[in-house]
């Protein structure tokens, strides 16, 4: 069955830096799109990230580029997302899915990021 786990949230100042880790299991991960989306309190979940299958290729959105970074392994199913220079309204609870949802209606249990002094 389809998992995807997010880790790597946590607490930290305006200007620091998280690394997010999402593991998947129970579908090809390798032919998959996959993305970062996150949902902030009181708000819709949005994308924020996506790459290719191959890793080759990425979007972002207009809010995040140049400081956050998506990767991916496909040999340890995992994606990940690197954030830097991270901003009071980055505060959200992240989720990886795929770009289409992996399964209809599944997301993960997310993880919270908080950006504070």
């Known amino acids: 069955q389809v998992q995807l786990v997010e880790s790597g949230g946590g607490l930290v100042q305006p200007g620091g830096s998280l690394r997010l880790s999402c593991a998947t299991s129970?579908?090809?991960?390798?032919?998959?799109?996959m993305a970062w989306y996150r949902q902030a309190p009181g708000k819709e979940r949005d994308f924020i990230a996506s790459i290719t299958s191959s890793g080759m290729n990425t979007k972002y959105t207009d809010s995040v580029k140049g400081r956050f970074t998506i990767s991916r392994d496909n040999a340890k199913n995992t994606v990940s997302l690197q954030m830097n220079s991270l901003k009071a309204e980055d505060t959200a609870v992240y989720y990886c899915?795929?770009?289409?949802?992996?399964?209809?209606?599944?997301w993960g249990q997310g993880t919270q990021v908080t950006v504070s002094s």
């Open positions: 899915n795929g770009l289409t949802a992996i399964r209809p209606g599944y």
């Open positions: 129970g579908f090809a991960f390798g032919n998959v799109v």
